[in-house]
């Protein structure tokens, strides 16, 4: 469970009073924004594949995700947009800064939930940043969205980044040296991404994207009042780096690939359901939680009991990301047996936890299917995340590509924790207790259920 450091200043008797008493009070982490705002009408878009011919790059966090991103950032030339939930790594913004230094127009619409990233949007708005506020619930009026959940980043018109991961330390840590075991390396969430060159569709999610801001008047007036935040969050450290680091891959296409990207929320329940159960050999997931009582996911668990039905020795195998409370591994108690009663799927057999040992989370949300197609994108497996969230992602079907992506999958699986985790008591300390070290600073963003 993350701990939660008031930001005061006491002497240090004082703090280590404090401490004592603090640490024997039960804390639960505060929802960010309320999500269940009433929405505005959304009319859903036909959403058409692409045929791509050019380059596509697949990468991973914490391995190579920041070492991709900034390389095609600081190659930008005209434009940089950028659709994303959440954004706090202050590297990050040096980047944008950079950018528009350069003349670089840099357009960011975020999903603003914390002080902190509303601080940062202002700064780089007051910079010259086209700067919005997403219709999501987080908006003081505009709410076309329970959270604008998706991570796309759009550059020059020709690149597009699709990505599971955050603009946040954990999932994007600063590691300039590609998938590189250097001695600044720095682990974090279990991530995934892809930055596929095409004119058309960068155009798509451009028009995606632009469309979403539109329904906003980008001024920071439309700003809801920050959120003053009287604490912040840490939890320890990983004592190691993951076993195997994995480098970025490119792969240059020697014809026309399909793209199907997968919108929320367009058309993620009417593709992915059907996907999943053509599957014949395998079926392997990296998710951050699985909801397997909600209606919506209820239809994703049926499709692979389906594909299960027409393969009986179908491999299906499941990592999920860090429990964070008590009651978080109570519900996940609750979880394991309906999805072992209703779906088959077992504890340690079909289903594992991340190593918190060697990654912060898995804040992942890929699915590789029978070892040549893989979906990318920034879907939890939440009613919410595939219906009333905007969300991002792509599905293709390249051997290369898909190998990759199960590469990582393999390694997160063996190392994988086969038993529910156990968690620690909630525990409030002060700045000073931090002195020893041992402790990760998180943001709510990649952990929040949405």
């Known amino acids: ?86 954004f706090t790594a202050p590297y990050m913004e040096e980047l944008l800064l950079a950018a528009l230094a350069r003349r670089v127009r840099v357009s960011l619409m975020l999903d603003i939930d914390s002080k902190t990233e509303s601080d940062m949007f202002d700064r780089l708005v007051q910079m010259g940043v086209h700067g919005v506020s997403a219709p999501s619930c987080a908006n003081p009026t505009v709410h076309v969205f329970s959270s604008s959940h998706e991570k796309v980043i759009v550059i020059d018109g020709e690149w597009v980044l699709v990505q599971s991961g955050n603009y946040s330390a954990n999932s994007i840590p600063m590691n300039v040296e590609d998938g590189q075991a250097t001695a600044h390396f720095r682990t974090g969430n279990r991530d995934t991404g892809l930055a596929i060159k095409s004119n058309e569709l960068a155009k798509f999610f451009t028009d995606i994207l632009e469309s979403d801001m539109a329904l906003v008047e980008a001024v920071p007036e439309m700003l809801r009042k920050p959120v003053d935040d009287d604490f912040f969050l840490v939890e320890s450290a990983p004592k190691h780096m993951p076993a195997q680091l994995f480098p970025s891959q490119e792969f240059q296409l020697d014809g026309q690939l399909t793209i199907q990207p997968v919108l929320s929320p367009d058309n993620y329940m009417d593709v992915m359901p059907g996907l999943i159960a053509k599957a014949r050999k395998s079926i392997l997931i990296e998710q951050q939680y699985i909801r397997s009582s909600q209606p919506l996911v209820s239809k994703l668990l049926a499709a692979i009991a389906k594909a299960r039905e027409a393969a009986p020795d179908l491999d299906v195998r499941i990592v999920l990301g860090k429990l964070f409370s008590k009651s978080d591994v109570v519900k996940e108690t609750k979880n394991l047996e309906n999805l072992a009663q209703e779906y088959g799927l077992k504890l340690a057999d079909n289903i594992r936890y991340i190593n918190t040992d060697q990654f912060v989370h898995c804040h992942n949300k890929m699915i590789v299917v029978d070892g040549n197609s893989v979906l990318v994108s920034s879907q939890n497996w939440s009613d919410a995340a595939v219906s009333k969230n905007r969300e991002a992602g792509v599905w293709l079907t390249h051997p290369g590509i898909a190998e990759y992506f199960t590469r990582i999958f393999e390694n997160d699986w063996a190392s994988a924790f086969q038993a529910l985790p156990a968690v620690a008591e909630n525990e409030v300390m002060t700045p000073e207790a931090l002195g020893e070290g041992g402790y990760i600073r998180v943001d709510r963003g990649d952990y929040e259920e949405v």
Do not use: N, W
């Open 1 to 86: 469970m993350p701990t939660f450091v008031l930001k005061t200043r006491l002497p240090a008797l004082a703090a280590a009073q404090a401490v004592a008493e603090l640490t024997t009070i039960e804390i639960a982490v505060p929802e960010m924004v309320p999500r269940s705002c009433h929405l505005e009408g959304y009319d859903k878009r036909a959403i058409p594949t692409f045929q791509v011919s050019k380059q596509i790059i697949a990468y991973a966090s914490p391995d190579s995700t920041f070492a991709v991103t900034k390389k095609l950032i600081d190659g930008a030339q005209t434009s940089i947009l950028i659709g994303i939930y959440d």
